[in-house]
């Protein structure tokens, strides 16, 4: 099939899941066997992403007779800082993964951030694989270093065998619970109404090359239309990290999914109050030498095209918003960009003024996720708001006299030292956490126990 694959970038892929079952030892692999297998330019560490490239991902699925039959440049995996799943999500057109691996330890199973990875990508309509890590824990497992699944597997001893297909139809269950039909990679025709599932082993590598191959064949079938996009059209990234750099101040770590950012131009930034504008003081990239000294921790750029992971030094970035928007503008659009990216944020940051809980979370993307949640629950909302729990919070909290909405709920957020001390006296629940089932639950059961 002939495509003008010209003007199609690369593919972003988020890795989510339950923490410790294998994100990060997952992308550690991909990139540690190319590094290791000499294959110069095939990975390219990016600020908060890994880029693979094609060839690389064939030479590893030992498909190379397939070569031309792949449109894609080759897959950005996005390296989701710690706690912040949700934050990586957003972008202007919705979501910003086009893609995404739902990582869940064989042996644990399900958990709830896995839940809630899954009823995001529901909600944003994201195609994903599953992938069903930690094969090489099943006990007598016999690991063969970065083969395909059906290899390793047919080595297998029957009881292993049966082990692992027990535990695997665990997870079809479990993904039958949560509204999607899903069945182990192979067996799969469509991927558009079944849910791959992968065994694989993050350590041992295998099951990998199977992975690849099948967010390869995704991206080739549902996302030939939302790949293309303007290389020389103004820049267009999500923020990932607001992060102070040792001489450099406040930087912003994003994945620019559009378009090119040069420096010196002007950006506009999300941030807590008005969106900032600020130009583009440096771009810089992951120093490829992977120098140890901190002043050579970064490689100075003049312009970047998407999708890439990059770092943006510029003046007065104190107060930029993770999840939020960043927008290159010239200064006949630069009021409809201001305008644009605050609607974005007043969309998700509820004041309705009405009764309800009050909401405060990490990020923008977070929030986002909090707000539908509830919502689903019918649980009232008064106020939604980006940030840590504040003194003011608690105040006007407390303030509100029906004692089912003077509930604070914090997703992710510190309490400020002051507002401790003010909630300590104060005429109101509050609930935190960092797992949004966690606090929907916690709420419902007070709520129950309060009525009884
Ligand atoms: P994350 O929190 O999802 O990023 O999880 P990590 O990648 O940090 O993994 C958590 C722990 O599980 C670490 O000790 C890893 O070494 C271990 N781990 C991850 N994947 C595998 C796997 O495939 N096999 C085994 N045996 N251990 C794994
Ligand atoms: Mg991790």
């Given at each position: 099939?002939?495509?003008?694959?010209?003007?199609?970038?690369?593919?972003?892929?988020?890795?989510?899941?339950?923490?410790?079952?294998?994100?990060?030892?997952?992308?550690?692999?991909?990139?540690?066997?190319?590094?290791?297998?000499?294959?110069?330019?095939?990975?390219?560490?990016?600020?908060?992403?890994?880029?693979?490239?094609?060839?690389?991902?064939?030479?590893?699925?030992?498909?190379?007779?397939?070569?031309?039959?792949?449109?894609?440049?080759?897959?950005?995996?996005?390296?989701?800082?710690?706690?912040?799943?949700?934050?990586?999500?957003?972008?202007?057109?919705?979501?910003?993964?086009?893609?995404?691996?739902?990582?869940?330890?064989?042996?644990?199973?399900?958990?709830?951030?896995?839940?809630?990875?899954?009823?995001?990508?529901?909600?944003?309509?994201?195609?994903?694989?599953?992938?069903?890590?930690?094969?090489?824990?099943?006990?007598?497992?016999?690991?063969?270093?970065?083969?395909?699944?059906?290899?390793?597997?047919?080595?297998?001893?029957?009881?292993?065998?049966?082990?692992?297909?027990?535990?695997?139809?665990?997870?079809?269950?479990?993904?039958?619970?949560?509204?999607?039909?899903?069945?182990?990679?192979?067996?799969?025709?469509?991927?558009?109404?079944?849910?791959?599932?992968?065994?694989?082993?993050?350590?041992?590598?295998?099951?990998?090359?199977?992975?690849?191959?099948?967010?390869?064949?995704?991206?080739?079938?549902?996302?030939?239309?939302?790949?293309?996009?303007?290389?020389?059209?103004?820049?267009?990234?999500?923020?990932?990290?607001?992060?102070?750099?040792?001489?450099?101040?406040?930087?912003?770590?994003?994945?620019?999914?559009?378009?090119?950012?040069?420096?010196?131009?002007?950006?506009?930034?999300?941030?807590?109050?008005?969106?900032?504008?600020?130009?583009?003081?440096?771009?810089l990239k992951p120093n490829p030498m992977?120098?140890?000294?901190?002043?050579e921790?970064f490689q100075n750029v003049?312009?970047?095209?998407?999708?890439?992971?990059?770092?943006?030094?510029?003046?007065?970035?104190?107060?930029?918003?993770?999840?939020?928007?960043?927008?290159?503008?010239?200064?006949?659009?630069?009021?409809?960009?201001?305008?644009?990216?605050?609607?974005?944020?007043?969309?998700?940051?509820?004041?309705?003024?009405?009764?309800?809980?009050?909401?405060?979370?990490?990020?923008?993307?977070?929030?986002?996720?909090?707000?539908?949640?509830?919502?689903?629950?019918?649980?009232?909302?008064?106020?939604?708001?980006?940030?840590?729990?504040?003194?003011?919070?608690?105040?006007?909290?407390?303030?509100?006299?029906?004692?089912?909405?003077?509930?604070?709920?914090?997703?992710?957020?510190?309490?400020?030292?002051?507002?401790?001390?003010?909630?300590?006296?104060?005429?109101?629940?509050?609930?935190?956490?960092?797992?949004?089932?966690?606090?929907?639950?916690?709420?419902?059961?007070?709520?129950?126990?309060?009525?009884?």
């Amino acid at each position: 099939h002939i495509t003008d694959n010209e003007n199609l970038r690369t593919p972003i892929v988020c890795v989510m899941g339950h923490v410790d079952h294998g994100k990060t030892t997952l992308l550690d692999r991909i990139r540690g066997s190319s590094v290791a297998a000499g294959e110069a330019g095939a990975i390219t560490q990016h600020i908060g992403a890994t880029e693979v490239t094609i060839d690389s991902i064939i030479e590893h699925s030992g498909a190379s007779g397939m070569k031309n039959n792949f449109i894609v440049p080759g897959l950005l995996f996005i390296d989701t800082p710690g706690h912040h799943a949700f934050t990586s999500l957003r972008s202007r057109g919705g979501a910003l993964a086009d893609l995404a691996v739902v990582i869940v330890d064989i042996n644990e199973g399900f958990m709830p951030q896995t839940k809630e990875s899954l009823q995001i990508l529901k909600r944003f309509k994201t195609p994903f694989v599953v992938v069903a890590n930690k094969i090489d824990r099943i006990h007598g497992w016999q690991p063969h270093e970065s083969a395909s699944f059906l290899e390793t597997y047919n080595k297998q001893s029957e009881r292993v065998r049966a082990d692992l297909d027990n535990k695997f139809y665990e997870i079809v269950g479990e993904l039958y619970n949560s509204g999607f039909n899903s069945e182990r990679y192979d067996r799969v025709s469509d991927f558009q109404r079944n849910i791959g599932i992968i065994p694989i082993s993050a350590v041992t590598g295998e099951g990998i090359p199977d992975l690849l191959m099948v967010l390869l064949g995704l991206a080739q079938k549902f996302l030939e239309s939302n790949l293309h996009y303007n290389a020389s059209g103004p820049g267009e990234g999500t923020i990932l990290e607001v992060k102070e750099e040792k001489g450099l101040g406040t930087t912003i770590d994003i994945i620019l999914y559009d378009g090119t950012l040069k420096k010196g131009d002007t950006i506009v930034v999300g941030s807590l109050g008005e969106p900032i504008q600020t130009k583009v003081r440096a771009l810089l990239k992951p120093n490829p030498m992977g120098e140890i000294s901190a002043e050579e921790k970064f490689q100075n750029v003049e312009s970047v095209t998407a999708a890439i992971g990059v770092k943006i030094s510029a003046p007065n970035l104190d107060g930029a918003l993770s999840g939020a928007t960043v927008r290159a503008a010239n200064p006949e659009n630069l009021d409809t960009i201001v305008k644009e990216v605050q609607e974005e944020l007043d969309e998700v940051q509820i004041s309705t003024g009405t009764t309800g809980v009050t909401l405060k979370a990490d990020t923008i993307g977070s929030l986002e996720a909090l707000v539908n949640e509830l919502q689903k629950e019918d649980i009232p909302i008064r106020k939604a708001e980006v940030g840590d729990i504040s003194q003011r919070d608690i105040i006007e909290v407390s303030a509100i006299e029906d004692p089912f909405n003077a509930v604070l709920i914090g997703f992710n957020v510190k309490m400020l030292p002051d507002a401790k001390e003010k909630a300590k006296g104060g005429d109101l629940k509050i609930f935190q956490n960092d797992v949004i089932y966690r606090l929907i639950d916690d709420y419902k059961d007070w709520v129950k126990e309060k009525k009884e």
